[in-house]
């Protein structure tokens, strides 16, 4: 349910688009912007200039922006879709010339508004060239902001040299790496569920936890995307900063208050805690594997290098990775981190395991299951303890385990807002809650090297299982762990 912050109107703001004909802007950015003017959270005096490296004709990308905003957006108002194409223009800029076509030196100085956002949906190679041709033009003022698409760099060298290149344009404070994942509305509920209830905070730490568990499965193979993925892989595609993120906002300590730098001072710490890997524990602790024929009901599926129609490739689309976090609040905790494509379904969720009661009471002396908190993030989003109560009826103590269960869509009858309309939201507020400083991209890496580093030294090679199973063995899950298996089925409401 939208608060009345999340609806009060923004100043009016300039958005200016790198990749504004592109896959994410059509799947993602526009929609996201179309929402929120639904909302009246923006005015139409806001202005939107998508940048192409190509000429494209302003009628004729505005048919293709409403093609795919019918696509993308459900139940679509004409009012407000008019709205929207009125505020959109389309401009042509080759950073590697400078060329520019008329339109875009007119829209860049012909204006009174003060917030301008700069939006890279480009390959990161990009980032760099696009930064110095917008300070060369003398676009970039103090009101600035530039949004930064993951992944930034295949590792920790290019990463930096990425930050380099922005960092002599931008100050930090202006930089917004997004990753959307942290814009979803059952991770934002994660600080909320941690430190506005006592219940929890107080039992979170090794003294009451078992094991940590998180889950991104994707049930799609790399599709259109198959020369970026193997460029990149799981770990660096999903695990470095997804999976990383969602570990930071579970294990971090309290802010002193709810501020970017103070929520991020704490996620770095965590991430600084991470325990590395060498040559013993990058076997026992890590698995990695590729996809290959598989076959569902509705018929067989292609593997990996089939996709890609590149048969050499060792590039993992599979990766599952034990580690702990060496402080006080965590020592000695499991921590199960896994992503992969082709899965049998796709889901993303957190699970955390409570420990075991120590003693049994009951005469029977059946079973007792641990508590489960789950944190289904999609689909379905949801909210899950699992506890033990007692089955009703005479004759003893019968008890059996039993589900308290939050459905977003069950108890909030508004629209579930898209992450990217947060963080757009966030970027023209100025508010870095949501996004990844510096310091966090380059002690993520860091750890993240320690996998790629010893993956190569050991000669760890890819285990391959069936497109559309659940991956290969999960033998490094389940020694000492209360392992959950993926869903058999999704629900239906």
């Known amino acids: 349910m939208m608060t009345t912050e999340q609806k009060q109107l923004l100043e009016d703001f300039d958005l200016v688009i790198f990749g504004g004909d592109g896959d994410l802007s059509f799947r993602k950015i526009f929609p996201a912007l179309y929402h929120r003017l639904n909302e009246h959270q923006i005015s139409e005096r806001s202005r939107i200039l998508a940048v192409s490296r190509k000429e494209k004709g302003h009628d004729e990308f505005l048919v293709q922006l409403e093609s795919n905003l019918r696509i993308f957006v459900k139940n679509i108002d004409e009012t407000v879709l008019k709205k929207l194409l009125s505020m959109v223009s389309i401009g042509m800029i080759d950073t590697g010339t400078n060329e520019q076509n008329e339109v875009v030196d007119g829209w860049l100085r012909n204006t009174q508004l003060e917030v301008r956002v700069f939006y890279l949906a480009t390959p990161a190679a990009a980032f760099g060239p696009i930064a110095s041709y917008l300070n060369q033009k003398g676009y970039i003022s103090k009101q600035s902001r530039v949004v930064l698409e993951k992944p930034l760099g295949t590792d920790l060298e ?116 991470l325990r590395p890997y060498d040559a013993t524990t990058i076997r026992s602790h890590t698995i990695r594997g590729q996809y290959t024929r598989g076959k569902t009901g509705e018929g067989s599926l292609p593997s990996y290098l089939e996709d890609i129609e590149k048969y050499d490739s060792e590039t993992e689309t599979f990766v599952a990775v034990k580690t702990y976090i060496d402080n006080w609040r965590w020592g000695g905790v499991p921590i199960y981190l896994r992503s992969g494509k082709r899965m049998a379904q796709k889901y993303s969720e957190i699970v955390i395991n409570f420990k075991d009661v120590p003693h049994n009471i009951f005469p029977e002396k059946k079973d007792i299951d641990n508590n489960r908190l789950t944190i289904r993030l999609q689909p379905e989003e949801r909210i899950e303890l699992k506890q033990m109560v007692k089955i009703p009826g005479p004759g003893g103590y019968r008890y059996k385990p039993f589900a308290l269960e939050l459905d977003y869509a069950d108890h909030f009858d508004d629209r579930f807002p898209e992450a990217y309309e947060r963080l757009l939201m966030d970027v023209v507020r100025g508010n870095q809650t949501l996004f990844m400083r510096r310091d966090e991209v380059r002690a993520s890496w860091e750890w993240v090297e320690s996998i790629l580093r010893n993956w190569e030294s050991e000669e760890i090679t890819n285990v391959l299982y069936e497109a559309g199973s659940w991956g290969p063995g999960d033998s490094i899950m389940t020694e000492g762990a209360h392992w959950v298996s993926p869903p058999k089925q999704s629900r239906t409401r």
Not at 168 to 177: A, G, H, L
Not at 225 to 247: E, K, P
Not at 266 to 271: D, F, Q, R, S, Y
């Open 158 to 273: 290019s990463s930096e040299r990425v930050n380099d290149l922005v960092a002599e344009y931008f100050k930090e404070d202006q930089i917004y790496r997004i990753d959307h994942y942290l814009g979803k509305e059952t991770v934002q509920n994660l600080m909320v569920l941690r430190f506005a209830n006592n219940i929890f905070e107080s039992s979170w730490n090794a003294g009451n936890i078992e094991d940590i568990q998180i889950t991104v499965a994707e049930s799609i193979g790399v599709g259109t995307r198959g020369a970026f993925y193997d460029q990149y892989g799981a770990l660096r595609d999903m695990v470095q900063n997804h999976l990383l993120q969602l570990l930071c906002l579970i294990a971090m300590e309290p802010p002193a208050i709810l501020d970017a730098d103070e929520v991020r001072d704490e996620k770095l710490k965590v991430l600084k805690s």
